[in-house]
Nanobody
Framework: QVRLVESGGNLVQAGGSLRLSCAAS????????MGWYRQAPGKQRELVAV???????TYADSVKGRFTVSRDNAENTVALQMNSLKPEDTAVYYC?????????WGQGTQVTVSS
């Protein structure tokens, strides 16, 4: 019963910024831990950032100091602010909602960083 829709992906120059957003349907958003994952061509999908149901963020070492994850439970949204982007950040970015009963994934949004 949960649908996730990502938006905000784009083409950007190295050193630039993007803000991704994930909008969730349903009435149980506040119960979920929310995550951002990414998958580059030829690579495994990797965790970028996660924010707990209580609002505590955790980041992959590769993005610490550059990316910020936040959530707005009133709007059923989670955002990923990406600064100082690097070509190696190029990937499809996916939103994940993790509940005790199952996981829900969005369809992804493309981020391309040119050098």
């Amino acid at each position: 019963q949960v649908r996730l829709v990502e938006s905000g992906g784009n083409l950007v120059q190295a050193g630039g910024s993007l803000r991704l957003s994930c909008a969730a349907s349903g009435s149980t958003f506040r119960q979920a831990a929310m995550g951002w994952y990414r998958q580059a061509p030829g690579k495994q999908r990797e965790l970028v950032a996660v924010i707990s149901s209580g609002g505590t963020p955790t980041y992959a070492d590769s993005v610490k100091g550059r990316f910020t994850v936040s959530r707005d439970n009133a709007e059923n949204t989670v955002a990923l602010q990406m600064n100082s982007l690097k070509p190696e950040d190029t990937a499809v970015y996916y939103c994940l909602a993790r509940y005790s009963w199952r996981d829900y994934w969005g369809q992804g949004t493309q981020v391309t960083v040119s050098s």
